[in-house]
């Protein structure tokens, strides 16, 4: 089953990775602050709909995905 | 757990990309470029014959991050700094990392001459349209009307000029062997400047003169904008001034790339 | 070997060529040109890297590059040039690379003209780039030691990790006296596990001059510090000439003090007891064995091509001990031996 | 013994090389040498000259104001150095184109045609040389052989052909002192 | 007029147009940046020149161009920045046209890093450029003496036709303070036959620094040294603070003497009698009025952000007749008032 | 007598060039450049408005001939200069005179940022293919396999690059308006270079920006050729590197052509 | 008097804003002031701090290693701050994010929680504002009015919209200090 | 009757006049020296050819050469 691992202590929380996903909103931004103080973004795939396609993770200028399929 | 088993990464950090956190803003695309520089690197096994040199300007501190031989230049110096290197070992695989102040403003010299002498040298040009390391002043970049902490009413080309354009610029120079403009702002973009990236890298190991890959980059901290908006920012307005493609492509490095 | 006949300036392209010199970058520009011109015709030839570059600040960066690698590198150029490369050379002393420059100097300042001058004595042993560094500073005074110095030169900047720099002018240039050059040998790569070659079997290398964090920088600028007062202890040379029974010592260096030692020779042919302390290394500069020199003579006359700028080392050397005369000529103006016998007299006379 | 040369021409006379001819034979006989031209763009149309210094001594100072020998191969350089040679020094004047008489009396004028022998032996650029074997004949401050020597060691490979030809003129300057013609 | 809070860089942009800067010619560089950030709002509004230059290179030599047809003009930067305008400040000093310069000076060599330090004393007081040349260098310590000194900057530079640099750091430059500047006046032209405006009405002006004649050149530099000579008579400024009773006389400036200050009040509520003379002028340097405090003192403190720089002016000033100790600080390392209060401490201990 | 009286000078000295021998060598086309300009000055009636840049170059003495308010530059710095100059004074007439090495080596950065910015200022640029002043070594802008004394076996561009065409990169830049190649070698060409430079110095009256005029020039004296030789190897050997023509007419400027 | 204040915090905290506000009053008040910021690039997503210096005296070091009083914004702060106040010295906490209790008994803590306060006023940027209120509450080396004056006369005209909010700000921190609520 | 006269003291002898006379060799290099040691060029036009067209002035380097018509 394809899935991602945000790293949240990586994770700035810039949102970058939340607006690629071809299968919709699978990446959101969190609400909590990381020990940084940034909202990371976290993986939300109940349905699992992912494809692991890593266009989140090609996204993400802080590398703090990884893709596992 | 059979399913388990065969789970498999397919997306990590790459080998020669180190395993630290950067100093960039939230959002900034001079780490996706350097992730991309380490995922060609590790492609062509080279990570022990390449040396980077890190520009002065945000990605000062590039050589924190991408894990090769690495120097830091001078404000613009860099492509006379490779070219030093270049000259005594030409068995390395050198490249620079300069952002826009730093290749197209104090730097230009150097790069006029580094691609006119056709230095086997790879640059990799962050184009954020603006000086980001020093907090926001006007880029040679920069595009008309575009406010900065040294045009506060927006550039006005009749007192600061027009922007370069540096890939144009450099084609018309004969040393120039590949010369394109890529970004970095959506997944398939990443996926064109990593084979750019990669072509160029090879144009060089096979000695074809000078190649220079421009990245339509952002800067959200100094354009004042959110991550995503500077994204959007950036599609609406650089692109139009800096148009993607390829420059120039010389005839020899057609046929590497036809070979590959 | 036997000696040849050879220019100053093609002396120090030979003499680095000799010293295992790898990588040259230079620029036109008189009286400095022809150590270009010879280096075009003979690093090629030997497979050695050559670059004419753009200017003297792509120069001293290509220079810099080289270093990185570990290169025995040199750049070479005259004044103008060479304020052009201040930046460049702080960034070298910073960042620890060994480096040879040579500045044959020409009049000042601005474009002036290209006759010989001294004009650049502190911007070589004092001022020159941004912080707190303090090159070695070599100061030949004819054509063999010219090579001699060039050589030791790549050895300094070895051993110290540090830009050396060869000061001359064009007297020094474009004069020929016969020279002794050691043999042509493939060039010596010592250990540098510091250097830029790929990091192939060893950890990463990196070099760099930027340090965020003071005490960072701090501890970065004591190890200079350090580096510089082992310098001052080891690297110290001057010569002494006829100092021994002399009422005035004479104190100049390189061209200047050529035309001291004519006009010694003169001055003590109408019985004025005259000596030379002549500093090699006007940095580190021999203050100690100066202040000793002075403690013999009655008095001091410095003499230089520039308005008294390495009399301030004699003043530091020699306090108020002694009374000190100057005699400067500026602008290129050369003065004769006869010209010196005069200053010699009057500053007796002075007395 | 210390000898002081001024070898002073327009550009293209072959002053310096005259003076570099001199300076290895000095070099070979085992003297201090030091040869020293005028340099830079000034140059251009106008006036080259070298000093030679040939001595026992070390050498000091490479330039001098009064040369124990001028040897002049224009009317600028005989302007210019006639007054500086020192008392009982020698002059050597290049007479086809110097035409005014020297003024001094205190030093030796040895006046030479040089363009003329030199023309006459194939070619006006010699005219150096011949005024280089002048002075020799009159003052032997290094030996002809020398000099010789100097042209086959130093005249590069491409240009050998020259060599005999400046050995001729070196020797017309010396037979045109020794025997006035 | 009332005071106003500003920061440093922002009073030496106001003061500068102030004092009537016509033309300003920057590039971006901290701790200077807002300087030129200041003046990009400010100078195109009041209808005056402004540019972003593309480099250093570039601003010095168009700030050149501008003084060269009498026009009051600035450029400002730091460190690695003032290195590249060697070579143009050079052709400035020998071309005889006024122009200002402010250095924000930053921890080195190299690229270094952006905090307070004053490693470019000696490239900004002896070196720096080639030949003989000694621009006026003024080193306020507070942002209103900034203020006045940039105004003052002006003057001189217009009556000395010489460059004048201020030199300051990243403190003065950052921090904020209540200033009073004076009012703002259109530019005022003083006659300038010598400037390039065109050719009307008079024989046409040549500003060059090109002398292919050594005894030409000569003169140039004879006239460059009378002219310094005049302001060493003239232009020597300097503070005392509780030197009168003082022991242990503190010799600093700028920013290092701002920590000294507070140091010498510390110190005095322990009982040490400290006092500080502090240089106003770092070049001319007041030597003869710093030999005469220090004959008042037992023994000397020197302080600097840099690593014993101004040490050789003081001891050119008061050679050995008194002790002199030295506390230095590199790399953008400042001092905190207590270390400075060690020093004192240590070096009167040595007595 | 009645011929006589009517006799006519139609060729003399322009009253902009001083009454001077000039240091040039014999046969070299800075003489005639300079005296092309003073005609252009006289006919626009602008002597007094007018201030010249010298180089560092052989014309670095070019302010003894030219008869106007002049300025002598560091090398490569005379674009920053004239900017410094024309910023303050628009109402000046500002040009620099720059050989190769001085606007195509070290000055490039000078030349392409005055170009990018659109100053309103006209550079006369002598490309003889040769560092003159400095006894003959390679210039950029020397030709492959050319002789010259830092390249003793030719130019080879494997080591030394290749040639700048400035006209073909100064173009690309959106401040340039008038931009164009001649030469001097013939009386022709000479009066094409003269309706070139006027129409250039008018350009930068009109405020339309940054204008150049290129001149393929000769060295005899460092080329090692009499004059006459000298001309026909221009000809047979430069000109096929360096196109005459007009490389970049602005619509503005072409409309003010229409005018004039 | 004589006051050493450090302000510090997350960049976006509004450290040097408030600590300009009291170097304002401080100014008005006929005090000699001095304000200087942290600077440079590494400021960025890191801590930016500024020191303030009110004093009859002119003020000599702009900066102190240990102030009289800090007011700290968020836990890296805290850290830096806490154990460098001078003994007797005030340290006014935000305790919306600064979690752990204070551990020195020789000053004075003043525990605040300003986010909480400035979000229930309606911008949780104003955290600053309400801390600075706190200090003057405990220790009134300014005046309220002259902070509010410095509202006034320092915000631009753009921004004039955040005066009044402010103001409120300033007196829910003395408030709360004043009523322990 | 157009002519041209030579300034032969200012003349450096280059030649660049004698090769762009339409009406054929009209000026011409002379055999003499002048005072600098330049061989100037001299105005030959013994059948009155000359049309004062001034090409060889607008040659000459030295502006060595005034045109009368
Ligand atoms: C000689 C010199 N001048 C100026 C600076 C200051 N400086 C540092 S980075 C920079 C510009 C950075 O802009 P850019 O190259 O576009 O990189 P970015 O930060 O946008 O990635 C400048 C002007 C310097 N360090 N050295
Ligand atoms: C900073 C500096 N570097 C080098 C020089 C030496 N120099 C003088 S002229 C020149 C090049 C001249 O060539 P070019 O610009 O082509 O002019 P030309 O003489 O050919 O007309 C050089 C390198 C100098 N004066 N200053
Ligand atoms: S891997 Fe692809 S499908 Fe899965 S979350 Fe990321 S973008 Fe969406
Ligand atoms: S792109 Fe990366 S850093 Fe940005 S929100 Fe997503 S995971 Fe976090
Ligand atoms: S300032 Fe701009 S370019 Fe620099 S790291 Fe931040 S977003 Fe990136
Ligand atoms: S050296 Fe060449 S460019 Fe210079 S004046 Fe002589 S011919 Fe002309
Ligand atoms: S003016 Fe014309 S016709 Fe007369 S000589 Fe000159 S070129 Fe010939
Ligand atoms: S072109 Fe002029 S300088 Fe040359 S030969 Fe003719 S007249 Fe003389
Ligand atoms: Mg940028
Ligand atoms: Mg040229």
């Known amino acids: 089953m394809p899935r991602i691992v945000i790293d949240v202590e990586r994770c700035k929380g810039c949102g970058l990775c939340t607006q690629v996903c071809p299968k919709g909103d699978l990446v959101q931004m969190s609400d909590e602050f990381n020990s940084k103080g940034y909202r990371p973004s976290k993986f939300v795939d109940p349905e699992k709909k992912c494809i692991g396609c890593a266009f989140c993770a090609n996204m993400c200028p802080d590398v703090a995905i990884t893709v596992y399929r | ?260 | 070997m036997a000696k040849v006949l050879m220019k100053g300036n093609e002396a120090i392209a030979e003499a680095a060529i000799r010293a295992g010199c790898e990588a040259y970058f230079g620029y036109p520009i008189t009286p400095q040109t022809e150590v270009l011109e010879y280096m075009s015709a003979r690093m090629p030839a030997l497979g050695r890297a050559f670059v004419q570059a753009e200017s003297e600040l792509g120069a001293v960066n290509m220079l810099y590059g080289a270093a990185c690698t570990g290169a025995r590198a040199m750049t070479t150029t005259s004044s103008p040039g060479f304020s052009l490369m201040q930046e460049g050379l702080s960034y070298i002393a910073c960042s620890e690379v060994p480096a040879v420059v040579v500045n044959i100097m020409r009049g000042g300042p601005g474009l002036g003209n290209i006759q010989p001058a001294q004009g650049d004595y502190f911007q070589m042993t004092k001022g020159g780039g941004h912080g707190d560094y303090s090159p070695i500073v070599l100061a030949p005074s004819t054509v063999q030691e010219t090579v001699d110095l060039v050589i030791l030169a790549f050895d300094l900047a070895d051993k110290y990790r540090q830009p050396v720099y060869v000061i001359a002018d064009g007297m020094i240039g474009q004069m020929m006296e016969p020279v002794e050059l050691p043999e042509l040998k493939p060039p010596q790569r010592p250990e540098r596990p510091w250097a830029l070659t790929g990091a192939k079997g060893r950890p990463r290398n990196i070099i760099t001059s930027l340090q965020l964090d003071p005490p960072t920088l701090e501890k970065v600028n004591l190890r200079l510090q350090e580096t510089y007062k082992r310098i001052r202890e080891n690297e110290q040379r001057h010569e002494e000439y006829m100092t021994d029974d002399a009422d005035l010592l004479v104190v100049a260096y390189g061209t200047a003090a050529r035309i001291v030692k004519t006009a010694i020779a003169k001055a003590r042919r109408d019985g004025l007891k005259a000596g030379l302390f002549r500093p090699i290394t006007v940095n580190p500069y021999p203050y100690d064995t100066l202040r000793k020199a002075a403690e013999k003579a009655k008095r001091l006359l410095v003499v230089e091509l520039s308005a008294g700028q390495m009399l301030e080392d004699v003043r530091l050397a020699v306090m108020d001990k002694r009374p000190i005369h100057f005699f400067g000529k500026m602008g290129g103006v050369v003065p004769m031996p006869e010209d010196v016998v005069d200053a010699m007299k009057k500053a007796l006379a002075e007395a | 013994m210390h000898e002081e040369v001024i070898i002073s021409g327009f550009g293209g006379q072959g002053a310096l090389f005259a003076g570099q001819l001199l300076t290895y034979a000095g070099l070979y006989e085992g003297r201090q040498v030091s040869w020293i031209p005028s340099y830079g763009p000034e140059m251009r149309g106008g006036t080259a000259h070298c000093t030679v210094i040939l001595s026992d001594e070390p050498i000091g100072s490479p330039i001098v104001r009064n040369p124990t020998i001028a040897i002049v191969l224009n009317p600028a350089s005989m302007d210019k150095y006639e007054p500086l040679v020192a008392r009982g020094g020698i002059l050597v004047v290049n007479t086809s184109l110097v035409r005014r008489p020297a003024q001094r009396s205190d030093i030796t004028v040895v006046r030479v045609p040089a363009n003329d022998l030199a023309y006459e032996l194939g070619n006006v650029r010699m005219a150096n040389v011949v005024l280089l074997g002048a002075l020799l004949a009159t003052k032997p401050i290094v030996s002809p052989d020398s000099v010789k020597r100097a042209m086959e060691e130093e005249i590069p490979a491409h240009r050998k052909h020259i060599i005999e030809p400046n050995k001729r003129a070196l020797e017309r300057g010396m037979q045109y002192v020794a025997e006035g013609r």
């Open chain 2, 1 to 260: 757990m059979s399913e388990a088993k065969e789970e498999k990464i397919v997306f990590q950090r790459p080998k020669a990309l180190c395993d630290v956190v950067t100093h960039y803003c939230p959002g900034c695309l001079h780490g996706v470029v350097h992730r991309v520089i380490a995922e060609v690197i590790d492609d062509l096994g080279i990570q022990e014959i390449t040396v980077g040199i890190a520009p002065v300007g945000c990605s000062v501190l590039a050589y924190n991050y991408i894990a090769t031989d690495f120097a830091e230049a001078a404000h613009g110096r860099a492509l006379a700094m490779a070219t030093g290197m270049k000259r005594v070992h030409p068995e390395l695989v050198v490249f620079t990392y300069q952002g826009d102040g730093d290749l197209a403003a104090i730097g230009t010299n150097e790069l006029i001459h580094a691609a006119t002498r056709g230095e086997n040298i790879t640059t990799i040009f962050i184009n954020n349209a603006i000086y980001g390391m020093t907090g926001g002043q006007m880029a040679p970049t920069t595009l008309p009307g575009q406010v900065t902490t040294s045009t506060p009413t927006g550039r006005d080309t009749k007192l600061a000029g027009f922007p370069i354009r540096v890939c144009e610029l450099v084609s018309t120079l004969e040393g120039s062997a590949y010369i394109v403009r890529r970004s970095a702002y959506n997944p398939s973009e990443i996926r064109k400047l990593k084979a750019a990236i990669k072509t160029a890298f090879q144009v060089q190991m096979a000695g074809l003169g000078y190649s220079l890959v421009e990245v339509v980059s952002n800067c959200p901290t100094n354009w004042g904008m959110t991550p995503l908006e500077s994204l959007k920012w950036l599609q609406e307005n650089m692109l139009a001034y800096y148009p993607l493609g390829d420059y120039k492509v010389k005839d020899s490095v057609k046929e590497l790339m036809a070979k590959k």
